[in-house]
Nanobody
Framework: QVQLEESGGGLVQAGGSLRLSCAAS????????MGWLRQAPGKEREFVAA?????????SYADSVKGRFTISRDNAKNTVYLQMNSLKSEDTAVYYC??????????????????WGQGTQVTVSS
């Protein structure tokens, strides 16, 4: 099982940018599809972005973030990133990094993610 720790959250004005990082333990990081999901107060956890295993050649995004967010991975550093640009107040949420299926595609199904980090708060002020 992969252990995950997010960082990079914070308070930003609308229109600003943040980059989230997720450090993973273990030597099998590259074998896992990875994803970011978020949960706003009073709402269910929702998919944000995912990247396929290995070199991460395939990505997927929620419609609400497409064109603004970019997911990437650096297997040498066991880290997955979420670059968030043009942030909106509706992006305010706790953001979770998650490990998906081994040798998996960039799944958008929340139940495909088996290991989760503790989350990092992102607050966008309008």
């Amino acid at each position: 099982q992969v252990q995950l720790e997010e960082s990079g959250g914070g308070l930003v004005q609308a229109g600003g940018s943040l980059r989230l990082s997720c450090a993973a333990s273990g030597r099998t990081f590259s074998m896992y599809a990875m994803g970011w999901l978020r949960q706003a107060p009073g709402k269910e956890r929702e998919f944000v972005a995912a990247i396929s295993w290995s070199l991460g050649g395939i990505t997927s995004y929620a419609d609400s973030v497409k064109g603004r967010f970019t997911i990437s991975r650096d297997n040498a550093k066991n880290t997955v990133y979420l670059q968030m640009n043009s942030l909106k107040s509706e992006d305010t949420a706790v953001y979770y990094c998650a490990a998906g299926p081994r040798f998996g595609a960039a799944t958008s199904t929340a139940t495909d993610f088996a290991s989760w980090g503790q989350g990092t708060q992102v607050t966008v002020s309008s």
